[in-house]
């Protein structure tokens, strides 16, 4: 599903114009994407916690040589679900 399909989507169960929906999920993006690099933890209940996760530099290995290639350190986001969503998804 794409945005606009979401978008579509929270205006027909909100009772909001389509504009607005766009707005409001643009907003909740926004906000997310700033509080991840700040370093901020999120969690939204029935979907799961977003938090930004550190990574220590280490060796990788190139697949198609077998080099060894050092990999610098770095941070991800990780996404967490929490076990209601984990349960809907499996029924």
Same mark, same amino acid.
Request: hydrophobic fraction near 35%.
């Given at each position: 599903? =794409?945005?606009?399909?979401?978008?579509?989507?929270? +205006?027909?169960?909100?009772?909001?114009?389509?504009?607005?929906?766009? %707005?409001?999920?643009?907003?909740? /993006?926004? /906000?997310?994407?700033?509080? %991840?690099?700040?370093?901020?933890?999120? +969690?939204? +209940?029935?979907?799961?916690?977003?938090?930004? =996760? +550190?990574?220590?530099?280490?060796?990788?290995?190139?697949?198609?040589?077998?080099?060894? /290639?050092? /990999?610098?350190?770095?941070?991800?986001?990780?996404? =967490?679900?929490?076990?209601?969503?984990?349960? %809907?998804?499996?029924?």
């Amino acid at each position: 599903m =794409k945005k606009p399909d979401i978008v579509k989507l929270v +205006s027909e169960k909100s009772g909001l114009t389509q504009n607005d929906a766009n %707005l409001a999920v643009k907003a909740l /993006v926004k /906000v997310i994407q700033d509080g %991840l690099r700040k370093g901020e933890f999120f +969690s939204l +209940s029935g979907l799961g916690s977003f938090r930004v =996760k +550190s990574r220590k530099a280490r060796v990788g290995r190139n697949p198609k040589t077998g080099n060894m /290639v050092p /990999v610098p350190p770095g941070r991800k986001v990780s996404f =967490k679900p929490t076990s209601k969503l984990k349960k %809907l998804i499996q029924s």
